[in-house]
């Protein structure tokens, strides 16, 4: 709990069974109410490390994607009646000591959602984002802001807190279930005009930790760059779309 908060941890998990326990060991107890982790048909041990650990756990029986994968997490945060939920990869590529100061600056009202950015602090390259990834990253976030008329500085972190109100009016199963998934949400936050910050984030980038190719990772920036476009033509009254509905 933090200001009587009910503080639940999702962990959206895919062949993360090397990884869970680090990320695991590092989540600050004295603050999170529950934690939950859904697994995406891994094919390695992910679920047997999750019942081991004593994590609360849902599997998929079929692989849905990360954006499918999302769905299930945040229906199941807000079941078990989370006041902030805070989105983090298993595989141990960010620091789940974060998480105390991501949900305070939603604990007191003061933002709707938080993104720990590893953008900000100049972390990223020092911490092994591959260079492609580090200017395509760039090149995004600053359509994006265009786009979007936000000022963020990146988009593309997988590292989130929401509070309960955003994720009950977002129309979340109408994204995507691929990787574009976490940009529509972003995009969604900024159409409900709810206020998104930020904190600093050091990244960590080995094997275990970064599995989309480049191909993937082209599909996810053209995705990207439609959902911005979406959003502007929506905004502009030029287009309908399920995603930014109803209008704001
Ligand atoms: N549900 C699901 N998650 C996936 C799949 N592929 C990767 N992921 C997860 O998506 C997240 C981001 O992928 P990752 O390879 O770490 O990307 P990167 O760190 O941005 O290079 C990680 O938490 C992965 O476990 C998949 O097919 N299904
Ligand atoms: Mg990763």
């Known amino acids: 709990m933090l200001n009587k908060k009910k503080l639940v941890v999702i962990l959206p998990a895919y062949n993360a069974a090397k990884t ?121 976030t600053f359509t994006e802001n265009l786009l979007l008329g936000q000022k963020l500085s990146e988009y593309h972190t997988g590292y989130r807190a929401f509070s309960r109100e955003v994720l009950e009016r977002l129309p979340l199963e109408q994204n995507s279930d691929d990787f574009v998934f976490d940009n529509q949400m972003l995009a969604q936050i900024t159409w409900f005009n709810f206020r998104i910050g930020e904190v600093s984030c050091p990244t960590r980038y080995f094997p275990e930790a970064s599995s989309i190719n480049f191909r993937r990772s082209v599909v996810y920036g053209l995705g990207v760059l439609k959902t911005a476009l979406q959003f502007r033509f929506c905004k502009m009254g030029m287009a309908e779309s399920s995603l930014f509905t109803p209008r704001q």
């Not at 999170?32 to 609360?56: F, M, P, W, Y």
């Not at 709707?112 to 911490?127: C, P």
Request: a negative charge; charged letters at 25%; aromatic letters at 10%.
């Open 20 to 140: 869970l326990e680090k990320t695991w060991q590092e989540i600050p107890f004295e603050y999170v109410d529950d934690i939950v982790l859904v697994d995406d048909a891994s094919r390695d041990n992910t679920v047997e490390e999750a019942e081991r650990l004593g994590i609360k756990t849902i599997v998929h029986t079929d692989n849905r994607g990360y954006g499918g994968n999302q769905k299930t997490c945040y229906r199941a945060a807000l079941g078990l009646g989370a006041d902030i939920v805070i989105m983090l990869h298993p595989d141990y590529q960010y620091t789940p000591r974060l998480i105390t100061a991501m949900a305070a600056m939603i604990a007191w009202g003061e933002f709707d959602a938080v993104l720990a950015s590893r953008i900000l602090g100049r972390g990223a390259l020092k911490g092994g984002m591959p260079l492609y990834k580090y200017i395509a990253n760039r090149f995004l």
